[in-house]
């Protein structure tokens, strides 16, 4: 019988990995606390429509992408692409936009259906931070400062850079998109097949194209810069004042867009050239009609998403991940000859008696010899021993496994005392 694999491009995660991806959690989490943003859930499969609507049915995810099938009912749904269309959707439906601000993050799988490359799968994990009602430079810069603040906190801020641009109003946008198809449907010849895809599709697309010749064609035409209205460019100009008051640095990249049909102004993306051709971990802008475009009230929106797997991937080999993560416990009980239900009893006070105590109890039994072996591969500080002789009188042997101290032997009501340092050492 053929064996069951996991789908190509949907990765299993091991218990060696988890602990990485746990570190780069809490450190998101906490820096996000520092900022007041509160954390929102919602399904990973919505109604098709929400994102036709939202990312634009004449782009690369939702007529390639989209994992898209009926239910049961004949009706169209889709595994979640992107986080932000289904954001709006949820704050929406349950009235957290009129009239409020908000500021939400959220984490969590979203699918794609293309081809698998080191850190770009499908299915992968972002994080994402949205502000709704919100409309000058300074919810921009904060979002700016806030993901700033957290690769510093990973210590990953020497490989990351900040690449800022405008895209403009919906209006000045269509100006300089008519401008540059008519540009470019002049020199087709010199494009590349992608790019001529791109001309009939989705022509702000070929801005951030990665070949040589269509990028030296690009110079020669025109600048998005050129077509900005006034207020646009008001905006941009607040925004990298703010930036330069906060000590934030940046680079004004005038071919910067956004891959989804929403974004308005503000667009940016910190880059890196640590995971090769894949060199943004972190991307987003303004998108202040998206909430009108799917049924709200014009509300001025603006946010980002960081893709996880990238960020672990630059965490492993740029950044620095604490050694404690190889720790899995704190102590390993190990429980020779007919005392498990002692051995229970006592994991059991130790974890109430020293909150954060990590305590693996041995089970299946075993020699004295091969329950030590497992301790010590254990990664656990401190065996603890606990025979017939002990049980019997009530005490427990504390072995030291990776400091050399000697064995000693203490009644089990004082041994969480004992233990209580391994806690505070790990904090």
Same mark, same amino acid.
């Given at each position: 019988?053929?064996?069951?694999?996991?789908?190509?491009?949907?990765?299993?995660?091991?218990?060696? /990995?988890?602990?990485?991806?746990?570190?780069?959690?809490?450190?998101?989490?906490?820096?996000?606390? !520092?900022?007041?943003? @509160?954390?929102?859930?919602?399904?990973?499969?919505?109604?098709?429509?929400?994102? %036709?609507?939202?990312?634009?049915?004449?782009?690369?995810?939702?007529?390639?992408?989209?994992?898209?099938?009926?239910?049961?009912?004949?009706?169209?749904?889709? #595994?979640?692409? +992107?986080?932000?269309?289904?954001?709006?959707?949820?704050?929406?439906? &349950?009235?957290?936009?009129?009239? *409020?601000?908000?500021?939400?993050?959220?984490?969590?799988?979203?699918?794609?259906?293309?081809?698998?490359?080191?850190?770009?799968?499908?299915?992968? &994990? *972002?994080?994402?931070?949205?502000?709704?009602?919100?409309?000058?430079?300074?919810?921009?810069?904060?979002?700016?400062?806030? @993901?700033?603040?957290?690769?510093?906190?990973? %210590?990953?801020?020497?490989?990351?850079?900040?690449?800022?641009?405008? =895209?403009?109003?919906?209006?000045?946008?269509?100006?300089?998109?008519?401008?540059?198809?008519?540009?470019?449907?002049?020199?087709?010849?010199?494009?590349?097949?992608?790019?001529?895809?791109?001309?009939?599709?989705?022509? #702000?697309?070929?801005?951030?194209?990665?070949?040589?010749?269509?990028?030296?064609? #690009?110079?020669?035409?025109?600048?998005?810069?050129?077509?900005?209205? +006034?207020?646009?460019?008001?905006? $941009?100009? !607040?925004?990298?004042?703010?930036? /330069?008051?906060?000590?934030?640095?940046?680079?004004?990249?005038?071919?910067?867009?956004?891959?989804?049909?929403?974004?308005?102004?503000?667009? $940016?993306?910190?880059?890196?050239? %640590?995971?090769?051709?894949?060199?943004?971990?972190?991307?987003?802008?303004?998108? /202040?009609?998206?909430?009108?475009?799917?049924?709200?009230?014009?509300?001025?929106?603006?946010?980002?998403?960081? !893709?996880?797997?990238?960020?672990?991937? #630059?965490?492993?080999?740029?950044?620095?991940?604490?050694?404690?993560?190889?720790?899995?416990?704190?102590?390993?009980?190990?429980?020779?000859? /007919?005392?498990?239900?002692?051995?229970?009893?006592?994991?059991?006070? =130790?974890?109430?008696?020293?909150?954060?105590?990590?305590?693996?109890? &041995?089970?299946? !039994?075993?020699?004295?010899?091969? *329950?030590?072996?497992?301790?010590?591969?254990?990664?656990?500080?401190?065996?603890?021993?606990?025979?017939?002789?002990?049980?019997?009188?009530?005490?427990?042997?504390?072995?030291?496994?990776?400091?050399?101290?000697?064995? *000693?032997?203490?009644?089990?009501?004082?041994?969480?005392?004992?233990?209580?340092?391994?806690?505070?050492?790990?904090?």
């Amino acid at each position: 019988m053929k064996k069951i694999q996991a789908i190509r491009g949907m990765n299993d995660l091991l218990p060696a /990995d988890t602990a990485v991806w746990q570190y780069l959690e809490s450190v998101i989490k906490k820096t996000l606390a !520092g900022f007041g943003y @509160s954390e929102i859930r919602f399904p990973v499969m919505e109604q098709t429509d929400l994102f %036709k609507r939202s990312i634009g049915e004449v782009t690369d995810i939702v007529e390639k992408e989209m994992y898209t099938f009926e239910d049961r009912n004949g009706e169209s749904v889709t #595994l979640r692409p +992107e986080g932000t269309a289904s954001c709006v959707r949820t704050c929406e439906e &349950h009235g957290l936009l009129y009239n *409020q601000t908000q500021r939400l993050w959220y984490m969590g799988p979203m699918f794609r259906y293309e081809r698998p490359q080191k850190g770009r799968y499908r299915q992968f &994990h *972002q994080v994402g931070i949205e502000t709704y009602g919100l409309a000058g430079p300074d919810i921009d810069a904060e979002l700016l400062l806030l @993901s700033f603040n957290l690769f510093k906190a990973l %210590k990953l801020d020497h490989c990351v850079s900040l690449e800022i641009n405008s =895209l403009g109003s919906d209006e000045a946008r269509s100006k300089f998109r008519d401008a540059l198809v008519a540009y470019l449907s002049d020199h087709q010849d010199q494009l590349d097949e992608d790019s001529k895809r791109r001309l009939q599709t989705n022509p #702000l697309r070929i801005l951030d194209s990665k070949n040589a010749a269509t990028q030296a064609l #690009l110079d020669a035409g025109p600048s998005l810069a050129d077509y900005l209205d +006034e207020e646009s460019e008001q905006h $941009f100009a !607040g925004l990298t004042q703010l930036l /330069d008051a906060a000590g934030v640095p940046y680079t004004v990249n005038r071919r910067l867009v956004r891959g989804l049909d929403y974004y308005t102004r503000t667009a $940016f993306e910190w880059v890196t050239d %640590k995971l090769g051709a894949q060199s943004a971990v972190c991307a987003g802008g303004r998108y /202040d009609n998206l909430v009108a475009q799917l049924g709200g009230r014009d509300t001025p929106a603006v946010g980002f998403a960081i !893709g996880l797997e990238r960020l672990v991937l #630059l965490l492993q080999s740029e950044g620095e991940v604490p050694e404690q993560l190889d720790q899995s416990v704190d102590v390993y009980l190990t429980a020779v000859g /007919d005392v498990q239900a002692q051995a229970l009893m006592l994991a059991a006070q =130790l974890r109430e008696s020293v909150p954060g105590l990590r305590v693996c109890m &041995h089970c299946g !039994g075993g020699s004295f010899k091969s *329950q030590l072996k497992k301790a010590d591969k254990s990664g656990a500080a401190v065996a603890l021993i606990l025979g017939e002789n002990e049980a019997s009188s009530g005490e427990v042997a504390v072995k030291y496994l990776r400091d050399d101290k000697p064995q *000693q032997v203490c009644a089990q009501t004082e041994v969480a005392a004992l233990l209580q340092p391994l806690v505070e050492s790990s904090k």
